[in-house]
């Protein structure tokens, strides 16, 4: 352990406010349709008067989390785990994973608030602290969701146009129909490399079967993205074995031990993380670690989450070796893009601004994004749980 990683940190509050942020256009996959994000933002406030933040959305779909539930982990047993602790940010760290069960989203916002505050404390940007360099960066994708092939091909046009030279195919609900959307998307884009995602949205031989007759049509697929369900560990051996594309597990990773037995299985080519499944940034470089042990590449990749999200988890992929991949667009989908600083992006190339911590502007709870009412989070009420509207906000 590092000086910087074992100075004590002691937390003095910690507090949440809730935000709504439409998206420009409709985001469609083939579990669900979002048209806009509600989020939580936790913010630590340190001894010395620093403040950290962090953020969680919605993903009521993915991880059972509707922006009620995430408020009231935070304000209730998240909190309690940490407000007037002291501790290393890895002590701390574990104490944000042990607080509750579950409520992965929320403790992500926690722990990413806790990292903020730890780095703007030693004015360091969080990458150095986590082993990576400010001036590297990766290549972004951008994301084509699930429509009509003519409206998914004139979205690709929008997007090329605007410099976008990745592009992620949302796949999964008919194979007939998928076949002419992606041929919609090659013929509107020829030039750009595409990655896939069903989405869960096949079974073993038709995946085996779709992606075989994309690797005939001599199709630009860099790797295809969990296309079977996430428990059918056999099932993603089986298509991997049989294709000669990168075969890449998402839900079904959401930890270490996932990992482990995802690599011991040889079930996948590659692993995607996202900081929502994993809980925050030491539940991911756990991940990456197990990746990197077993000569593994690893994508990083986001819910349909806001920019400060977005922003820790391209800390983490620009930190870590194991991380050659990144699917960090969803703050292009907002109407509004607040806080300013982080990262910028230009033809694709997504590269950290600098500056303390996550290098962002803090995002006050009287800024909405939307300008619309969002309810209060509730005082001190008990354990995080239930399940919302199951439209909101996953990818």
Same mark, same amino acid.
């Given at each position: 352990m590092t000086s910087t990683q074992s100075s004590p940190l002691e937390v003095v509050a910690v507090r949440a406010h809730r935000h709504r942020a439409p998206l420009l256009r409709p985001f469609v996959t083939a579990a669900r349709r979002t048209e806009a994000v509600e989020y939580v933002v936790a913010e630590v406030e340190l001894a010395d008067g620093t403040v950290g933040q962090g953020s969680a959305a919605e993903t009521v779909a993915v991880t *059972?989390?509707?922006?009620?539930? =995430? +408020?009231?982990?935070l304000d209730g047993p998240l909190r309690r785990a940490v407000e007037g602790a002291r501790g290393t940010i890895t002590e701390l760290s574990a104490r944000v994973a042990a607080a509750l069960e579950g409520a992965t989203s929320a403790k992500a916002a926690l722990e990413v608030a806790l990292h903020d505050a730890w780095a703007r404390s030693l004015d360091a940007p969080l990458v150095e602290l986590l082993g990576g360099r400010v001036g590297d960066g990766l290549m972004n #994708? &951008?994301?084509?969701s699930l429509e #009509?092939? $003519? /409206?998914?091909?004139?979205?690709t046009r929008?997007?090329?146009a605007g410099g976008e030279q990745i592009l992620k195919i949302k796949l999964g609900r008919d194979i007939d129909e998928d076949r002419k959307r992606l041929a919609a998307v090659v013929a509107a884009a020829p030039d750009a490399r595409l990655r896939l995602d069903a989405n869960q949205g096949w079974e073993p031989?038709? +995946?085996? !079967?779709?992606?075989? *007759?994309?690797? +005939? $049509? *001599? @199709?630009? /697929? !860099? @790797?295809?993205?969990q296309p079977v369900a996430a428990a059918n560990i056999e099932g993603l051996a089986r298509v991997s074995a049989a294709v000669e594309v990168? =075969? &890449?597990? $998402?839900?079904?990773?959401w930890d270490a031990a996932d990992a482990r037995r995802l690599v011991e299985a040889d079930a996948v #080519? %590659? @692993?995607?993380?996202? %900081?929502a499944k994993t809980g925050g940034l030491r539940g991911a470089l756990a991940i990456a670690d197990v990746a990197l042990e077993a000569g593994v590449e690893c994508m990083v990749g986001a819910m349909m989450e806001p920019r400060i999200s977005i922003t820790a988890t391209a800390h983490l992929a620009v930190a870590h070796p194991a991380i050659? @991949? =990144?699917d960090l667009d969803p703050p292009f989908w907002f109407a509004s893009d607040v806080p300013a600083g982080g990262y910028t992006q230009e033809r694709g190339w997504m590269r950290l601004t600098g500056g303390p911590g996550l290098g962002l502007e803090r995002l006050t709870a009287d800024v909405d994004p939307s300008g619309a009412d969002v309810p209060p989070v509730p005082a001190r009420p008990g354990a995080s749980g239930g399940v919302a509207d199951p439209t909101g906000g996953g990818r």
């Open positions: *059972g989390e509707s922006a009620a539930t =995430i +408020a009231e982990a #994708d &951008m994301t084509i #009509d092939p $003519d /409206v998914m091909a004139a979205h929008e997007a090329v031989e038709q +995946a085996i !079967d779709i992606i075989a *007759g994309f690797v +005939a $049509d *001599g @199709l630009p /697929v !860099d @790797l295809v993205e990168p =075969i &890449m597990a $998402d839900e079904s990773v #080519d %590659l @692993l995607n993380i996202k %900081l050659t @991949l =990144i």
